[in-house]
């Protein structure tokens, strides 16, 4: 059973920086695509950025040149550090994975995609 465990969420000061880590158990993590997403309240799920298997990466406009996707698969785990953050990217922030077996495809940065989920990390930036 595949599980996703998120950490590294935090309160920072408004240009300050945060890590996220997410720990993979039973996936393949050196052939799947995986993705970080956040919710803020009262706001849809939005994709963050994507690590495909070929490890290129895809990110959301809003945080390129600032979130940097990466992973370590002797460690099982996928890496979001975030740096010059904004009181906008105060969200709760989730872990996803997807397998080649999944038969729906609606984008690296759309959550329908992706077919397991952590439980989530939040991350609060103030200004």
């Known amino acids: 059973q595949v599980q996703l465990v998120e950490s590294g969420g935090g309160s920072v000061q408004a240009g300050g920086s945060l890590r996220l880590s997410c720990a993979a158990s039973?996936?393949?993590?050196?052939?799947?695509?995986m993705a970080w997403f956040r919710q803020a309240p009262g706001k849809e799920r939005e994709g963050v950025a994507a690590?495909?298997?070929?490890?290129?990466?895809r990110y959301v406009d809003s945080v390129k040149g600032r979130f940097t996707i990466s992973k370590d698969n002797a460690k099982n785990t996928l890496y979001l550090q975030m740096n010059s953050l904004k009181p906008e990217d105060t969200a709760m922030y989730y872990c996803a994975a997807r397998t080649a077996a999944m038969a729906v495809w609606a984008g690296y940065l759309n959550g329908a995609s992706y077919q397991y989920w952590g439980q989530g990390t939040q991350v609060t930036v103030s200004s």
């Open positions: 039973g996936y393949d993590f050196s052939s799947g695509c």
């Open positions: 690590l495909v298997s070929d490890g290129s990466t």
